[in-house]
């Protein structure tokens, strides 16, 4: 299913608002009910006021009613095995667990599965704050 989900991230990065940068980026995710949100990144002439495509992407999926996120896919323009900023590395794992799977894509589709774990051991988490 991990193709799928590339590929609704590759059709996100296609609709990038990227004029400053000109670095393209998509991203997709997928529920456990199978719903797909995905996003693309979008910038400002307030450099770096835009933001990323996981931030789009995660702005359709609380507009969409949430749940548990099990799967990511992220794809650049021009960087094969884009991963996610630091800022949205911490934005992801605020839904999803360490072992969400993390799709890492290049033009073709997926080239490396990690999980957020991977990315993010020792990332802050909400359930620290209660």
């Not at 059709?11 to 693309?40: C, H, I, N, W």
């Not at 999926?61 to 896919?73: F, H, L, N, P």
């Not at 794992?93 to 073709?108: I, N, Q, S, V």
Request: glycine share 12%; charged share 25%.
């Amino acid at each position: 299913m991990s193709h799928d989900l590339y590929l609704a991230a590759r059709d996100a990065m296609a609709k990038a608002y990227a004029p400053y940068s000109k670095f393209p980026v998509g991203a997709a995710l997928r529920t456990e009910d199978g719903r797909v949100f995905a996003g693309a990144n979008i910038e400002v002439a307030s450099y770096p006021e835009g933001w990323c495509a996981e931030t789009t992407a995660l702005g359709h999926y609380i507009m969409g009613g949430g749940g548990r996120i099990t799967e990511i896919a992220v794809v650049a323009e021009r960087m094969a095995r884009c991963t996610p900023c630091g800022g949205c590395r911490q934005r992801l794992a605020e839904f999803t667990r360490p072992d969400t799977k993390l799709y890492l894509c290049d033009e073709t589709g997926v080239v490396e599965t990690v999980t957020m774990g991977d990315m993010l051991p020792y990332g802050f988490r909400g359930d620290m704050l209660k």
